[in-house]
């Protein structure tokens, strides 16, 4: 029996049914022209028809060779796209993409986008050890819709240029790298709710269990949050400009400027609580927000929230507030 996990897209005319990919390293793969979101093909409904999983325009999966009624079979677990990748159409059509089992998905053309339309709804997920899903250029979670981009496993995306989560105003990004071996890298600029040059929609950055997250530089606007427990490295720079709420220790390499509007979240247990380690120095502004929780605890106890090689250039926070449980 054939063991391989579905890897569906969205056409980019919502209402319509959406190509769909079996991706197994070893076997063939299976694309449906007319199945619905996830919907395994049918033994009997396969056609022997050969194409090769190269397509000009991401929003439809077109082939080469295109003939047989429903089906169509290709001979490796890796998808070359050469054009524009949506994940969720432009007209607002929901997405999913699925890729597990050491399957490859590289996106050579265009921008890719996951959620671009105001309606839709979409995600993707890279899902264990030799999964891969490599962009060459720019990479938006969140354009005009909803977008979630989830990093498992051992999965890892490579994306060649800027990646921006919660791009446009009324967008919603999130990014979720969950793993030790877990990696999302980017050549460019990593915004969090906006882009490079400034706050949009509404992004989360949430690392998770050891997972790892590499760009040149991070950016947390208003709208965006930062949190987790994981490592933030290569990136010379990070601006923080929103929410950092970490849950127990986040990495981060380079230089870190909180600035006016930031607010910096911690959770305090006996035995320990959420912060920052930083590789570089840091600038400290915004607002510190401390909550207490569970008990009892020992008075003198100390806890360290935020830590910086590089010191702290004789900045602190603008506001701190504390919140300790009675009794």
Same mark, same amino acid.
């Given at each position: 029996?054939?063991?391989?996990?579905?890897?569906?897209?969205?056409?980019?005319?919502?209402?319509?049914?959406?190509?769909?990919?079996? !991706?197994? #390293?070893?076997?063939? $793969?299976?694309?449906? /022209?007319?199945?619905? !979101?996830?919907?395994?093909?049918?033994?009997?409904? &396969?056609?022997?028809?050969?194409?090769?999983?190269?397509?000009?325009?991401?929003?439809?999966?077109?082939?080469?060779?295109?003939?047989? #009624?429903?089906?169509?079979?290709?001979?490796?677990? *890796?998808?070359?796209?050469?054009?524009?990748?949506?994940?969720?159409?432009?007209?607002?059509?929901?997405?999913?993409?699925?890729?597990?089992?050491?399957?490859?998905?590289?996106?050579?053309?265009?921008?890719?986008?996951?959620?671009?339309?105001?309606?839709?709804?979409?995600?993707?997920?890279?899902? %264990?050890?030799?999964?891969?899903?490599?962009?060459?250029?720019?990479?938006?979670?969140?354009?005009?819709?909803?977008?979630?981009?989830?990093?498992?496993?051992?999965?890892?995306?490579?994306?060649?240029?800027?990646?921006?989560?919660?791009?446009?105003?009324?967008?919603?990004?999130?990014?979720?790298?969950?793993?030790?071996?877990?990696? +999302?890298?980017?050549?460019?600029?990593?915004?969090?709710?906006?882009?490079?040059?400034?706050?949009?929609? *509404?992004?989360?950055?949430?690392?998770?269990?050891? %997972?790892?997250?590499?760009?040149?530089?991070?950016?947390?606007?208003?709208?965006?949050? !930062?949190?987790?427990?994981?490592?933030? /490295?290569?990136?010379?720079?990070?601006?923080?400009?929103?929410?950092?709420?970490?849950?127990?220790?986040?990495?981060?390499?380079?230089?870190?400027?909180?600035?006016?509007?930031?607010?910096?979240?911690?959770?305090?247990? #006996?035995?320990?609580?959420?912060?920052?380690?930083?590789? $570089?120095?840091? *600038?400290?502004?915004?607002?510190?927000?401390?909550?207490?929780?569970?008990?009892?605890?020992?008075?003198?106890?100390?806890?360290?929230? !935020?830590?910086?090689?590089?010191?702290?250039?004789?900045?602190?926070?603008?506001? &701190?507030?504390?919140? +300790? #449980?009675?009794?």
């Amino acid at each position: 029996m054939l063991s391989a996990t579905w890897v569906t897209l969205e056409s980019s005319l919502a209402g319509q049914t959406a190509p769909s990919l079996l !991706l197994a #390293p070893g076997h063939r $793969g299976l694309i449906a /022209t007319t199945c619905s !979101l996830g919907t395994p093909a049918p033994a009997s409904s &396969v056609s022997r028809t050969v194409a090769r999983l190269a397509t000009a325009q991401g929003r439809w999966a077109t082939f080469s060779e295109r003939t047989g #009624p429903r089906w169509l079979t290709a001979l490796e677990s *890796t998808w070359t796209n050469n054009g524009f990748f949506y994940v969720g159409g432009e007209q607002g059509g929901n997405g999913v993409l699925n890729i597990a089992n050491g399957g490859h998905v590289n996106s050579n053309g265009s921008f890719a986008y996951i959620g671009y339309g105001t309606n839709s709804q979409s995600s993707a997920t890279i899902d %264990g050890a030799n999964s891969l899903w490599n962009n060459f250029r720019g990479l938006y979670i969140g354009f005009d819709g909803q977008g979630t981009l989830s990093i498992t496993n051992g999965g890892r995306m490579t994306n060649g240029t800027f990646a921006n989560v919660g791009f446009s105003v009324g967008a919603t990004g999130t990014l979720n790298v969950s793993g030790a071996d877990s990696i +999302f890298s980017t050549g460019g600029a990593l915004s969090i709710g906006g882009n490079a040059g400034g706050p949009g929609g *509404t992004g989360l950055l949430d690392i998770d269990n050891g %997972g790892t997250v590499s760009a040149a530089s991070l950016n947390i606007w208003e709208p965006g949050t !930062l949190t987790g427990t994981g490592s933030i /490295t290569n990136s010379t720079t990070t601006m923080m400009q929103g929410t950092l709420a970490p849950e127990q220790t986040i990495l981060i390499a380079g230089t870190v400027t909180f600035g006016a509007t930031a607010s910096t979240v911690v959770t305090v247990t #006996p035995a320990g609580g959420g912060n920052v380690a930083v590789q $570089g120095s840091v *600038t400290l502004a915004g607002q510190l927000g401390v909550t207490f929780s569970g008990g009892p605890f020992t008075p003198g106890t100390q806890y360290t929230l !935020l830590q910086a090689r590089g010191g702290l250039n004789g900045t602190t926070f603008s506001t &701190v507030s504390i919140d +300790f #449980p009675p009794g």
